[in-house]
């Protein structure tokens, strides 16, 4: 029976905006998802108008329309989405990867409000000039240029009023809608919904606090502070707060445009060069990296100085994601797929029904494919793009940060290839993977690991005897018990007790028959048929259960 979505309290409180998601969904062709939990609702609440303009638009495109239009909290999801390419694959992961928002902007006496609530003073106070028209209006706030008193020309962002409670209804709203697509939707099951979903709640809630991004970028500076060739603007602290960000303006061309003012082959390899090995000093070296190497976050400074924005998200890559790394490239080296499909298996979420043969046959064809192929053919990206569709396929679903990484490194390869085509990450890579092995059989890391297993090995030496001591205790009071704890095994005890019935009957029956009790009719006893027929027909209806679902009622 399909569920009515209006009785759901967390979705009734907000059943305006429902209906906005689901008609703007229906408008672009994806509300097909909402009709198998309730048809009713689109019919009462969702006018559903044709749309011929994308009659030639592909799914992907839709989707990136639609969630365009939904406003600041799907346009974030989408961005969040285009790093889970194991999930939706790459064609729609590269879509999303374009989202982009021109959101109308706020008036000045809106703006103005916001930065002298926040920094507690009148704005003529804190800055000599406040560009009124701002120079971008993002999803989450828009940016104006002014003048600091001391001369200082900065970039200050501001964040979109009541932004935070309409972030919080739309949350609400998916994760509800999560929760049931996950239940009762067999097709979408593989995408993970809940577990996307809450992990987008944790991230974009994240994302609103300004004083995060700040924190970024003074780490960002500290790291880079000895790099002449890598700039990221300074924030300034006295000037910034949850919803208010002042920032060094950084005055450079975008890469979307750079190609003039480069005027040889050289300066753009070089520079390509450059951004890639700091976006690489990032992941590897610092294990602290900007997450979204778009070119528009990426600048052309004088002196062939790369600038880098919005450091509002970051990854990390611990020891543990490093030593992965590791492994996986130690595998390919070594051309050993089974030992990458392991690694695979190892660190994703792997369904119960996965084949690993498959796995290891899949991952082996694309390696012998790209083994021995020249440099100047190798795209990193592409053969990444393989790996994710491989497992996406398989519906195995790494974990986010792992994705994360795999989408910066594709994305940062594109960016370099924009500026330069004949640029190659591999080439740029090449020193990183030569550290990788050193550091996988220095005797310093060695040492580290086996005084980590020594340390976990004392605890539980001297855990031990209290263990005992406790399981003793209890066996002499009489108080120990095993819990176990099952799931999904109605339908195999459904089988068992309704096979145990249908047993009974035929043998009881067949006593009969044998016995001839009477009633008989025509010499055969008719209890004894009768038993035995009913015992075959429920023995045919118990096959086909287990046949069709391991239940014998469907729901």
């Not at 994240?206 to 924030?235: G, K, M, S, V």
């Not at 119960?352 to 020249?374: C, H, K, R, S, T």
């Given at each position: 029976?399909?569920?009515?979505i209006?009785?759901?309290?967390?979705?009734?409180?907000?059943l305006n905006?429902?209906a906005?998601?689901?008609?703007?969904?229906?408008?672009y062709?994806?509300?097909g998802?909402?009709a198998?939990l309730?048809?009713?609702?689109?019919?009462?609440w969702?006018?559903?108008t044709?749309?011929?303009?994308?009659?030639?638009?592909?799914?992907?495109?839709?989707?990136r329309?639609a969630?365009?239009?939904?406003g600041?909290?799907?346009?974030?999801?989408?961005?969040?989405?285009s790093?889970?390419r194991d999930?939706?694959?790459?064609?729609l992961?590269d879509e999303?990867?374009?989202?982009q928002?021109?959101v109308?902007?706020?008036?000045?006496d809106v703006?103005?409000?916001?930065?002298?609530?926040?920094?507690r003073r009148?704005?003529h106070?804190l800055?000599a000039?406040?560009?009124?028209t701002?120079?971008?209006?993002?999803s989450?706030?828009?940016?104006?240029?002014?003048?600091?008193?001391d001369?200082?020309?900065?970039?200050?962002k501001?964040q979109?009023?009541?932004?935070?409670?309409?972030?919080?209804?739309?949350?609400?709203?998916?994760?509800?809608?999560?929760q049931?697509a996950?239940?009762y939707?067999?097709?979408?099951?593989?995408?993970?919904p809940?577990?996307?979903?809450a992990?987008?709640?944790?991230?974009?809630?994240?994302?609103?606090d300004?004083r995060?991004?700040?924190?970024h970028l003074?780490?960002?500076r500290r790291?880079?502070?000895?790099?002449?060739?890598?700039?990221?603007?300074?924030?300034?602290?006295?000037?910034?707060?949850?919803?208010?960000?002042?920032?060094?303006?950084l005055?450079g061309?975008?890469?979307?445009?750079?190609?003039?003012?480069?005027s040889t082959?050289?300066d753009?390899?070089?520079?390509?060069?450059?951004?890639?090995?700091?976006?690489?000093?990032?992941?590897?070296r610092?294990?602290?990296?900007?997450t979204?190497?778009?070119?528009?976050?990426?600048?052309?400074?004088?002196?062939?100085?790369?600038?880098l924005?919005?450091?509002?998200?970051?990854?990390?890559?611990?020891?543990?994601l490093?030593?992965?790394?590791?492994a996986a490239?130690?595998a390919?080296?070594?051309?050993?797929?089974?030992?990458?499909?392991?690694?695979v298996?190892?660190v994703?979420?792997v369904?119960?029904?996965f084949?690993?043969?498959?796995?290891?046959?899949?991952?082996a064809?694309?390696?012998?494919?790209y083994?021995g192929?020249p440099?100047d053919?190798?795209?990193?990206?592409?053969?990444?793009d393989?790996?994710?569709?491989?497992?996406?396929?398989?519906?195995?679903?790494?974990?986010?940060?792992?994705?994360?990484?795999?989408?910066?490194?594709i994305?940062?390869?594109?960016?370099?290839r924009?500026?330069?085509?004949?640029?190659?990450?591999?080439?740029?890579?090449q020193?990183?993977?030569?550290?990788f092995?050193?550091?996988r059989?220095?005797?310093?890391?060695l040492?580290?690991?086996?005084?980590?297993a020594m340390?976990?090995?004392?605890?539980?030496a001297?855990?031990?005897?209290?263990?005992?001591?406790?399981?003793?205790v209890?066996?002499?009071r009489?108080?120990?018990a095993v819990q176990?704890?099952?799931?999904?095994?109605?339908?195999?005890?459904?089988?068992?007790v309704?096979?145990?019935?249908?047993?009974?009957?035929f043998?009881?029956?067949?006593?009969?028959?044998?016995?001839h009790?009477?009633?008989?009719?025509?010499?055969?006893?008719?209890?004894?048929?009768?038993?035995?027929?009913l015992?075959?027909?429920?023995?045919?209806?118990?096959?086909r259960?287990?046949?069709?679902?391991?239940?014998l009622?469907e729901?």
């Amino acid at each position: 029976m399909p569920v009515d979505i209006t009785r759901i309290p967390q979705l009734a409180r907000n059943l305006n905006r429902v209906a906005e998601i689901t008609g703007i969904l229906a408008k672009y062709g994806l509300a097909g998802w909402v009709a198998q939990l309730d048809s009713r609702f689109l019919k009462r609440w969702v006018p559903i108008t044709a749309f011929e303009p994308l009659a030639d638009a592909t799914h992907e495109q839709r989707v990136r329309l639609a969630f365009t239009e939904l406003g600041t909290t799907f346009i974030k999801l989408g961005q969040m989405l285009s790093t889970r390419r194991d999930l939706i694959g790459p064609a729609l992961a590269d879509e999303l990867a374009n989202l982009q928002s021109n959101v109308p902007a706020d008036a000045d006496d809106v703006v103005r409000g916001i930065v002298e609530t926040e920094l507690r003073r009148p704005l003529h106070e804190l800055f000599a000039t406040f560009a009124e028209t701002p120079l971008a209006s993002a999803s989450i706030g828009q940016v104006h240029r002014a003048t600091l008193h001391d001369g200082r020309t900065v970039a200050v962002k501001v964040q979109h009023p009541n932004i935070l409670d309409r972030i919080h209804t739309d949350l609400s709203i998916l994760a509800e809608m999560a929760q049931l697509a996950e239940e009762y939707l067999s097709d979408l099951r593989a995408y993970r919904p809940t577990a996307v979903i809450a992990e987008f709640h944790r991230l974009l809630l994240r994302e609103l606090d300004f004083r995060r991004e700040l924190r970024h970028l003074q780490i960002f500076r500290r790291n880079f502070h000895a790099e002449a060739t890598i700039r990221f603007p300074e924030p300034i602290a006295e000037f910034s707060t949850s919803r208010v960000l002042t920032l060094e303006f950084l005055a450079g061309t975008p890469l979307t445009k750079i190609g003039t003012t480069l005027s040889t082959e050289d300066d753009r390899d070089a520079l390509a060069r450059n951004g890639a090995k700091a976006f690489l000093d990032m992941i590897f070296r610092d294990g602290f990296y900007h997450t979204d190497p778009h070119p528009g976050n990426i600048l052309l400074l004088p002196g062939n100085v790369v600038g880098l924005l919005d450091a509002g998200m970051v990854g990390r890559v611990d020891d543990r994601l490093r030593g992965q790394i590791e492994a996986a490239m130690a595998a390919v080296i070594m051309g050993d797929a089974e030992a990458v499909a392991d690694l695979v298996m190892q660190v994703g979420e792997v369904p119960p029904y996965f084949d690993v043969n498959l796995l290891q046959q899949e991952i082996a064809e694309q390696m012998e494919f790209y083994w021995g192929m020249p440099l100047d053919q190798f795209h990193l990206g592409n053969a990444l793009d393989e790996l994710t569709e491989s497992i996406r396929r398989f519906e195995i679903a790494l974990p986010p940060a792992l994705a994360l990484l795999l989408k910066v490194l594709i994305m940062l390869e594109g960016s370099a290839r924009l500026l330069s085509p004949r640029f190659n990450l591999v080439e740029v890579l090449q020193p990183y993977r030569r550290g990788f092995l050193k550091r996988r059989v220095s005797p310093k890391r060695l040492l580290g690991r086996f005084l980590s297993a020594m340390r976990d090995w004392d605890e539980i030496a001297s855990g031990l005897p209290r263990l005992v001591r406790d399981l003793m205790v209890f066996a002499r009071r009489q108080q120990f018990a095993v819990q176990l704890e099952h799931q999904h095994l109605e339908p195999s005890v459904n089988r068992l007790v309704f096979g145990m019935m249908t047993s009974a009957l035929f043998l009881g029956s067949a006593l009969l028959w044998a016995m001839h009790a009477p009633p008989l009719l025509w010499g055969l006893p008719v209890a004894g048929v009768c038993g035995c027929g009913l015992a075959f027909l429920l023995g045919v209806r118990l096959y086909r259960a287990i046949q069709k679902s391991g239940r014998l009622e469907e729901k």
